[in-house]
Each structure stands twice: as structure tokens, then as C-alpha cells.
């Protein structure tokens, strides 16, 4: 599957010229741009891309790049994927976008009335609970603002209640949430929380139910119900001062791809309502079929009090989030105006036009495509492919949810003892398969992979294939 890039001098000039163009203007996310300095032969290369083409990245060479992140998790159905940007071309004409205040769309609407048609409101819940189910829709524009959304409406939902005390959250060690301040709070992840930590709140966090650390010969069902025993001592102490739990739903992706078993969430729904705080559902990364179902929260047959989605939900074209949540939450902000309750949030994009129509495209994939069933194909393809690199010298585990897995990388594999991190192996097999053709951006020592659902069988081995080669190559000395 690879291509051998054309000798065309003037394309390679092109190409050189505007990395030395990017280089002089801007900065790069997540990125010490130092790296990218040509120092000691270009650490890390910066890669300006052309076009997309389906599970393909092309530079200004004409090289390809499989993309095995999906930009970022971002991307379902291919780039350029021509019935999502055939919506959007089409809307261009009609409206690109009003103020959302006072005035409405045709595609916030349907996609409102979409959203809440495939949400998880599992169908035995009893008609006195139907208050419960997932009933109304606030827009945002990023993963982190529906995070914001979700974490000041369960606070301002107990406030409205005459409950002030209820001003705290409970997140889990090891997640990650988002990088403005409020999601930045309910994230732990080391580096953030060293560096921001006087501009942060004080959550409660609990020990992650990861099956990475499950004891041995342990399952990842004992393990993870095992763990909920470190939740139900923090709702013992702390539910009178607790808004709500937030958690992402079966993967901690950027904490490392970290992976537990539905049924911590089962349990998870039932400490959440014994001890009368909300539960938010961080499905930003890990929603619309990246584990297996359209919504990690189904395969817990259980439905949040919030339900965030982002990334994947305009299949990777425009920034775009929404926040589910219940008629019970909507109801205590249902007032006279005097009353002061009314939510205090606003995005100036707030249901932008362009980005509802590419979101509503997408949704029609998933109901006219047989998708699920046809990832589930594409998994067991992967997880096959996956499976010899379990017995890798410097291979500590490899797991996998649906269409998410990951290698984590280890100096020494039967003590699991981590490789120092100023060595940046994954980096190493970054740095290997790109010129190889494919698009690995490892987090940390974990060589991940949430290719776009496009990918076909053989693409799938020529990635994997490249990514065994790279992970040689790293973890040599």
C-alpha cells in the first residue's frame, strides 16, 4: 500500500517551503516547537498535507500517509468524504450560520431530533422514570466547551435547587477531559496538573478501574467491579458536597488508552443514584462506534445524567459538540425569568448551520450503512494482526475496545518497569513508520490505533505491519 513519491524537483521544493513558511508563523498543539527545529536532523518532522483522500493523508510530494489516528480521533468516514462535504456545499448556499439566541435552523433542529432518536435511553426504564431519559440538546463548539457545558449545568442544576454545597466533582485518576480550565480540572494527567495546578479547581479523584493494573489472573469484569469500591468510600464521604461524577466510558484515551470493563459503569449509574449525584458521560473520544456499539454508555445499559459528544460527531469536518441531558435537569431551569435560573452559557458558534449539517450527514451514514457490524469485522481483523506482538520482549500488554487499540511499550516486561521517558521511544516509532507511510502519533510510550472506519483489511495489515517494524526499531537499544 505504500507509494513511492515522484522526483519532481518543484513538488519537493514546494513541500520544503511551506514547512520553512509554517515554521516562521505558527505554533503547533501539544507541541515543544523545538523539535521541529532542524538541529540534529529534524527530531521531528513537520509534514504539511495537501489533501486527504479516505484513510489517506498526501503531501505536497505526493506521498501517503496512512492515517491510524483519525486526525486526532476525529475522523469516521474517510477524508474528503464526499457525502458529508456534498451536505455541507449544499448548505453553504442556504445559511452558514445565525446567532443561536432567539433564532433557530432547520439542521440544529433535525439534528437535536437525531441525537436524542440514538441515544442511550435503554428501553426498560419505567414510565416514572422517562424524566430521566436524555431529552434535550445544548450545542457547543469543541470537546472542551461541552465538558464546561456538562460540569456548570449539574452545579448551577443543585444551585436551582436550593443545594449550594453541591459544588465539587469526582473524576478518575488518569483521565483526561479536555485542556480549558474546568475540563482541565477533572483531568489528571501529570504534566497538565504540575503546570496549571494554581488556576485549578480541587476535584476528588478516584483510583481509574484500568485492567492494565488488574492483579494476576484476574479478569477485566472481577477487576472492574473490584474498583468500585473506591468509589462508593468517596460518595460515602463527599456526595453532600459532590455535583456530579464524570467519567469517559470504557477507554481513558489520552490517559494512555486505558480500558475497563462495562460493567464498572452498570455499577457506576447505581452509586450515582444511591447517592443522589449526577454522572457525566465524557464520550467525546470514545463515542459514535469507536468501541463497538454507536455509544460506549449501551454496552452498561445505562443512560447519564450528561452525555458529551465532540470529535467524531461531524465525521472529522468542522468543530462541533453537544451535551445530552435530561428533561429532570431541564426542568430546574425552567422558571420565570425573575426566578434567576436560567443557564449562563453561550458560544457565539453556538448550533453553527454548517457544522449541524455535516453532523446530521453523518448520523445517515450510521442509519443507511451497516457500519457497527462492518467495524466489528475490521476489529477482529486488527486484533488478529495485533496478537503476536503480545509475546514482544518489550511489550507489556496489548488491548483492545472495538475499533481502539493500543501497544503499551516497556523496557523490561516482566516487571512492566517503564522506559525512562526522556528516551521518548514512542516517539521513536513515530519518527520510524512516517517515511514508512503511516501516521502514528503514540501517547507517550503507548503505539495506539482509531483509524478511520474507511480502512480497508489490507490497510489494516500494512499498519500494523509498519507499526511492528517501528516498535522494533524504538525499543532497540
Known amino acids: 500500500m505504500t507509494s513511492v513519491p515522484p522526483s519532481d524537483p518543484s513538488l519537493r521544493s514546494l513541500k520544503a517551503d511551506w514547512t520553512a513558511r509554517d515554521l516562521a508563523v505558527l505554533w503547533h498543539p501539544c507541541t515543544q516547537m523545538r523539535d521541529h527545529a532542524d538541529l540534529d536532523g529534524a527530531r521531528v518532522p513537520l509534514t504539511p498535507i495537501a489533501r486527504g483522500e479516505g484513510a489517506w493523508l498526501i503531501d505536497h510530494d505526493g506521498k501517503r500517509y496512512l492515517d491510524a489516528v483519525s486526525s486526532w480521533w476525529t475522523n469516521l468516514f474517510g477524508h474528503a468524504n464526499p457525502r458529508i462535504a456534498a451536505a455541507i456545499k449544499d448548505q453553504l448556499d442556504k445559511l452558514e450560520h445565525v446567532i443561536f439566541a432567539g433564532f433557530s435552523h432547520e439542521p440544529g433542529i433535525l439534528l437535536a431530533e437525531e441525537l436524542l432518536r440514538v441515544a442511550p435511553?435503554?428501553?426498560?426504564?419505567?414510565?416514572?422514570?422517562?424524566?430521566r431519559h436524555l431529552a434535550r440538546v445544548f450545542y457547543g463548539d469543541n470537546g472542551s466547551s461541552a465538558i464546561e457545558i456538562a460540569l456548570k449545568m449539574s452545579f448551577h442544576y443543585w444551585r436551582n435547587l436550593g443545594r449550594d454545597g453541591k459544588t465539587r466533582f469526582i473524576a478518575l485518576?488518569?483521565?483526561?477531559?479536555?485542556?480549558?480550565?474546568?475540563?482541565?480540572?477533572?483531568?489528571?494527567?501529570?504534566?497538565?496538573?504540575?503546570?496549571?495546578?494554581?488556576?485549578?479547581?480541587?476535584?476528588?479523584?478516584?483510583?481509574?478501574?484500568?485492567?492494565?493494573?488488574?492483579?494476576?489472573?484476574?479478569?477485566?469484569q472481577t477487576h472492574s467491579l473490584r474498583k468500585l469500591a473506591d468509589m462508593r468510600a468517596a460518595l460515602e464521604h463527599h456526595a453532600h458536597e459532590v455535583s456530579a461524577v464524570i467519567v469517559e466510558p470504557l477507554v481513558q484515551c489520552a490517559g494512555g488508552m486505558r480500558m475497563y470493563h462495562p460493567a464498572y459503569l452498570t455499577g457506576l449509574r447505581r452509586l450515582c443514584d444511591e447517592f443522589d449525584v449526577h454522572l457525566i458521560a465524557d464520550e467525546i473520544a470514545v463515542g459514535f462506534g469507536r468501541t463497538g456499539t454507536l455509544f460506549a454508555c449501551e454496552q452498561a445499559n445505562i443512560t447519564p445524567d450528561f452525555l458529551c459528544l465532540s470529535k467524531g460527531i461531524t465525521g472529522g469536518f468542522l468543530p462541533f459538540s453537544a451535551v445530552l441531558t435530561t428533561a429532570r435537569v431541564y426542568d430546574a431551569f425552567y422558571a420565570e425569568y425573575t426566578a434567576g435560573k436560567a443557564f449562563l452559557h453561550?458560544?457565539?458558534?453556538?448550533?453553527?448551520?454548517?457544522?449541524?449539517?455535516?453532523?446530521?450527514?453523518?448520523?445517515?451514514?450510521?442509519r443507511d450503512e451497516p457500519v457497527i457490524e462492518r467495524n466489528g469485522v475490521l476489529a477482529q481483523r486488527l486484533r488478529e494482526r495485533l496478537a503476536p506482538l503480545a509475546d514482544h520482549p518489550h511489550v507489556a500488554e496489548v488491548r483492545q475496545t472495538g475499533m481502539i487499540a493500543a501497544v503499551e511499550l516497556v523496557r523490561d516486561k516482566t516487571t512492566r518497569t517503564p522506559f525512562p521517558a526522556a528516551e521518548r521511544r514512542g516517539l521513536r516509532a513515530y519518527r520510524h513508520a512516517l517515511p514508512l507511510g503511516v501516521l502514528l502519533r503514540p501517547l507517550g510510550d503507548v503505539i495506539y490505533f482509531m483509524p478511520p472506519y474507511v480502512i480497508a483489511p489490507d490497510e489494516i495489515d500494512f499498519m500494523v505491519e509498519v507499526a511492528v517494524k517501528s516498535i522494533d526499531a524504538a525499543t532497540t537499544p
Do not use: M
Open 346 to 366: 453561550s458560544h457565539s458558534y453556538t448550533g453553527n448551520a454548517l457544522a449541524c449539517r455535516a453532523a446530521l450527514e453523518t448520523l445517515a451514514i450510521f
Open 173 to 220: 485518576s488518569g483521565g483526561y477531559h479536555g485542556e480549558t480550565l474546568g475540563a482541565l480540572t477533572v483531568t489528571d494527567v501529570p504534566l497538565y496538573r504540575a503546570t496549571y495546578a494554581p488556576l485549578l479547581g480541587e476535584p476528588i479523584f478516584v483510583a481509574s478501574p484500568d485492567c492494565h493494573e488488574r492483579e494476576a489472573g484476574e479478569d477485566w
Open 121 to 131: 435511553n435503554p428501553g426498560s426504564v419505567s414510565q416514572g422514570e422517562k424524566d
